[in-house]
């Protein structure tokens, strides 16, 4: 009588399949449109309405993997995705995460799997000295790194442990009873206004602090805002600053920031979700100046360090503060090894109890790589945005709008809005490339964002010269008929 | 020159030994310990403490997943893993989580990749017909359900929503004002009063109701609670009722705490985590009983329904009150699909921006078993812990401390609370079985959960045995020397 499950044996067959076709589609990526050009709905229309009640061939699923899934795909793997940020990935990684979803291990705590926490731990204190980050981020010293999912959670988590130590630990408690007032810059990521939110503290609590010709924030006017807001009985208690903000990689002067928050007793978050992966050279790390005066910091391993998602790196300088904060223990948790507190248990260290084994993946990452191979590729990710940098310098018709720090280019059209808009939207709509836009300043500006583990020059060269063509394209489209 | 990347021949050859590896792993997997034996900090011992300049070979990793990882990992997959609550995997869940890795999307609108959100709302229909759940949780009502990490992340979701609801709209923008309270019973999962914490509601502000002999929530004193709150001028507005506590596994009656929050005006987040897989069965919905009272509903395809971790489906009663709630948009996210309001963005269904392609696996698991094969295993998982039940019924020194209404089992040693923490560990030591601890009425109670995907009733027969005979063992030794 069946029982139902794939055997081990038809496992290593239908494994090996998958195998050879996720090969085969980073072999053939490039022939597929970039952005999913399927209209909405039309997915869900391939799929059956009703659930089957008899298993089905893995060949079936295989199938329906091509004709149905792979349509609706945007490749965030291909070399030719330049938009957001990027989550890029590698084999080595989908190999470490493959060994992670076999093993099956939930590390809530030390005990379920004394290895997930503690590969954690050290690759989180390698990656303090891969990136010459603070000794305190340290789990030998007074901190430690944990494994979140995205840097949304992280701000989050960051923000309550500011919370409570702003309110002596009452918060947790009480609720939110205080005037508790948080900083950020007009270009601070998104996630922030929504940790704010979440945390009970109110968007109308956020103070948006204006930026520099260079979109960092000013850090005189965040002063003065603390100092209005103290004179008017609010409790000032936390800042973000952002290494490489999400809409044109502005770098916030974390030095000054990080003094200000010092002397005013604020906690000090730094969001280097994308651009922190550039700590790894040591030529970008002026970048990160200042960063022993925060409290916490994150960046990205899945989006620029080859890790697939998701996998985010959340260091605080304290981490007692951080466990007072988010500790809970129930009697079907207790046992004896967290008992004595010679272990971590990182459920104590973010909102989720439940955690997956995501440092394989990391772990085959760095030895794969080794620093050198990853300072190779970061390397030449942020030369080709440099060079691509210049040739929309040289050309007429185009503005670079900021000398870009790293591997994201802000660059325009020097026509108005809308025509930047449709270049974008007729570039999409080629398949053969895919960036993003945002707004600086009230002008429509398209991002290149130069970080997929395959783009090389060619694609970005690519990439410029089907953007020049589709401008003059639309150029000629837009010359009124009299003159044609 | 070397670029460091793996190629994909090679991924093809490293892949299907991984492949082989994951195989063999389950081919072998009752010979580990199931509670991992290692000490804390040998697992770092082992490991370097510089992170590696250069590469090193997928050999050396594979060598040292096998000396260092396994003897620090804990076997969530051992059918002999009887411990919390399981999160069991299976081989179609691992695949489909491969190909995932493999496409490397990141969902957090619908543009940035069609197919992983329409095959998630799709999914999550289905199971809505396959678990008989309310219409209205369905995408094409009112309703939809998202997948979350994990049931703490739903409940968080879930009080944000409600809290915002409960001040119209408001908590989000001027932070908590109101004297919100919200209420579970004494058994509820640790993960609400966190999810109180980080709301900036207070924990003082969550009621613990009394229950009954079975361990539910009394509803009489869940209403009596709310009028002395409302007298007291509190503002009641959310209540948690559980299909099967982590303790005891205990029912609360969802039916009347649902009348009980439609009059006081609550909202109603029902968290089946574990038991809710059960609902596959028609035979086991009677405990859903008035479900259809219920704003959000969440339950883990992660814990019993063979799809590895994470996985935790959420599903809301009226989406337009979630969205309303978590909604950000900023420019460099804007898109035309999203504009029209023709799609779903799942960034706006919870906390996070970034999201997983988790539903391939989900797809895999429901189209490999199909809904007769899921069926199968947790109807075969319920009647092997009834068996297990009636042995402990029939043993005299032992007793049942609750009829299973599942697949968790309640039992203790008719001795002490130190004989039974004694029991358990003498257990644990051997690495035959794991089950763990809670205490219900000041009594150690242990709990044996049948759920592990390859668990058959041999597995828990040896078990018994095994638990029989530790403790015969352990009365001989206790037994004062002039006796012997």
């Not at 899934?69 to 990935?89: E, K, V």
């Not at 992966?277 to 990205?300: H, I, Q, W």
């Not at 760095?366 to 191979?373: D, P, Q």
Request: hydrophobic share 40%; aromatic share 10%.
């Amino acid at each position: 009588m069946t029982n139902y499950h794939l055997s081990p044996s038809r496992f290593r067959e239908e494994g090996k399949k998958i195998i050879d076709w996720i090969a085969d589609y980073y072999e053939h990526i490039e022939k597929y449109p970039v952005l999913s050009q399927v209209e909405p709905g039309s997915i869900q229309a391939a799929l059956p309405i009703a659930p089957p009640q008899k298993g089905e061939s893995f060949d079936s699923m295989l199938n329906d993997l091509n004709e149905i899934i792979l349509p609706g795909i945007t490749h965030w793997q291909s070399p030719n995705f330049f938009a957001y940020f990027p989550s890029n990935a590698s084999f080595p990684s989908i190999l470490g995460d493959l060994v992670s979803s076999g093993l099956g291990v939930q590390g809530m705590i030390w005990a379920t799997s004394p290895a997930a926490t503690e590969l954690e731990t050290r690759m989180l204190d390698w990656l303090v000295e891969m990136m010459d980050m603070p000794e305190k981020f340290k789990s030998t010293s007074t901190g430690g790194g944990v494994i979140q999912d995205t840097a949304s959670t992280s701000a989050l988590t960051a923000l309550i442990a500011a919370r409570e130590r702003a309110t002596k630990f009452e918060s947790n408690k009480s609720g939110v009873r205080q005037k508790l007032v948080a900083y950020i810059s007009t270009q601070t990521h998104s996630s922030l206004e929504k940790a704010v939110k979440i945390a009970g503290i109110g968007s109308e609590n956020l103070r948006l602090i204006e930026v520099d010709e260079l979109f960092a924030m000013k850090p005189e006017l965040l002063e003065r805002q603390i100092q209005m807001d103290r004179n008017d009985g609010f409790l000032p208690f936390f800042v973000c600053a952002t290494i490489g903000t999400t809409s044109s990689n502005a770098m916030d002067p974390v030095r000054e920031i990080g003094e200000i928050c010092r002397r005013e007793n604020c906690w000090l978050h730094v969001d280097a979700a994308m651009a922190g992966t550039a700590m790894l050279c040591p030529e970008f790390r002026y970048l990160k100046d200042g960063v022993e005066l925060a409290d916490s910091y994150t960046f990205n391993p899945h989006k620029w360090m080859f890790t697939n998602f998701d996998c985010d790196v959340f260091w605080v300088a304290n981490r007692k503060e951080l466990i007072h904060t988010f500790s809970i223990l129930p009697e079907y948790l207790r046992n004896k090894a967290s008992e004595t507190g010679e272990v971590f248990d990182y459920r104590d260290w973010h909102i989720q109890l439940g955690r997956r084994f995501r440092s394989l993946k990391l772990w085959f990452v760095i030895r794969h790589y080794g620093v050198e191979g990853l300072q190779f590729h970061v390397r030449k990710h942020v030369q080709i945005a440099q060079n691509f940098a210049q040739w929309v310098k040289h050309d007429a018709d185009f503005e670079l709008v900021l000398n870009p720090p790293l591997n994201l280019v802000c660059f325009r059209h020097k026509s108005n809005n809308d025509f930047n808009m449709r270049l974008m939207h007729a570039v999409h709509n080629s398949g053969k490339a895919f960036f993003t836009h945002t707004k600086l300043n009230n002008q429509v500006v398209l991002r290149l964002c130069v970080a997929q583990t395959h783009t090389e020059e060619d694609h970005v060269e690519k990439t410029w010269k089907l953007i020049q063509q589709t401008a003059q394209n639309l150029k000629n489209q837009d010359r009124p008929e009299k003159l044609s």
